[in-house]
């Protein structure tokens, strides 16, 4: 089962690019390293205190898929730095 979950993110204190990817970055890096999905910054890529994250897993049950995706948002909203303002799923 392939899922995958977009979430748009709010950066509040971001004040330029630089910060804004310093953030992402932490962010995205921790997530790799922690849970068996894949990220990305999908949108949004020029404005300052926004951000669209894409996270796809890949599992032989819908359940440990979802599971994996709840994980990983649930480390993205760990992060006081964003807030996460709306997620989506999609499953394959």
């Known amino acids: 089962m392939i899922g995958f979950a977009a979430c748009e993110c709010i950066i509040y204190n971001a004040r330029s690019l630089k910060d804004k990817r310093a953030v992402l970055q932490r962010v995205m890096t921790r997530i790799r390293q922690k849970y068996n999905v894949s990220v990305a910054e999908i949108d949004h890529q020029d404005a300052w205190q ?43």
């Open 50 to 92: 926004r951000a669209k994250i894409g996270l796809v897993a890949i599992t032989s049950s819908r359940r440990a898929t979802e599971r994996e995706l709840e994980r990983a948002l649930a480390l993205i909203d760990s992060f006081p730095e964003l807030e996460r303002a709306a997620t989506s799923f999609e499953w394959l």
